[in-house]
């Protein structure tokens, strides 16, 4: 049985290229594998808190007053759920050049030093034991390639974060030039939906 991890960061529901390519994928693992153990936060319907000045140190110092620890375990909870994954699948829309706050937010109760991550001499080391990740970011115009390359913050920002737990078995799938018209978006939406089937023929087995 594959456990899997989806997360949605769109905060446009049901009309987010980015949720419908999810629940397409969704819906291709379901068929490969109808005993699947899939679990999905929908982080842009109902994200985690942003950290405060009164929850902060729950995450990153000693959890000392009650708001703390309530920090503390909401982030213990969402990495026990991280630790328990062996395929990790987001969707991620670009939001002026980066990724949505509420999945950095989410990142922020997961990256903890000593728990998914650590230093050493020879620099970071990730403590996460999860084996693959696939990232479906949507653009509205066109960053993988050419002058919009250097305004990319989103995927060198997610391939950073993740590798820094451990997950460094990361495939992207992009649905770009979103922003070109309804052609251009049919043309995106076909081709990651394309991109998504294929990964799941090959890789899907190997996860499970």
């Known amino acids: 049985m594959t456990k ?3 997360l949605k960061s769109a905060v446009t ?3 987010s290229v980015s949720n419908k390519l999810v629940g397409e994928f969704v819906r ?4 490969r594998d109808p005993s699947a153990a899939i679990v999905t936060r929908d982080l842009g319907a109902d994200p985690v808190p942003h950290l405060l000045p009164e929850t902060v140190a729950g995450i990153r110092a000693t959890a000392q007053t009650e708001t703390e620890k309530a920090a503390l375990a909401q982030s213990d909870a ?3 759920e991280l630790r328990e994954t ?4 987001i969707g991620a829309p670009m939001y002026n050049f980066g990724i949505a706050s509420a999945l950095k937010t ?3 109760y997961i990256l903890r030093a000593g728990v998914t991550f650590r230093y050493t001499e020879n620099g970071p080391e990730g403590l996460l034991p999860v084996r693959k990740a696939v990232v ?7 960053y993988s390639e050419g002058p919009g390359v250097a305004s990319d913050s989103q995927e060198p ?5 993740l590798g820094f737990m451990g997950i460094t078995d990361v495939t992207f799938v992009r649905a770009e030039k979103l922003g070109f018209g309804p052609d251009a978006v049919a043309e995106a939406v076909e081709s990651a939906v394309a991109e998504l089937n294929g990964f799941a023929d090959r890789e899907l087995a190997l996860v499970a």
């Open 28 to 31: 291709q693992l379901r068929e």
């Open 86 to 89: 062996e395929l990790l699948v």
């Open 157 to 161: 920002h997610l391939r950073t974060l």
């Open 13 to 15: 529901g049901a009309a």
């Open 136 to 142: 479906i970011e949507t653009r509205g115009g066109l």
């Open 106 to 108: 989410w990142f922020d």
């Open 4 to 6: 899997v991890l989806v």
């Open 78 to 80: 969402l990495v026990d």
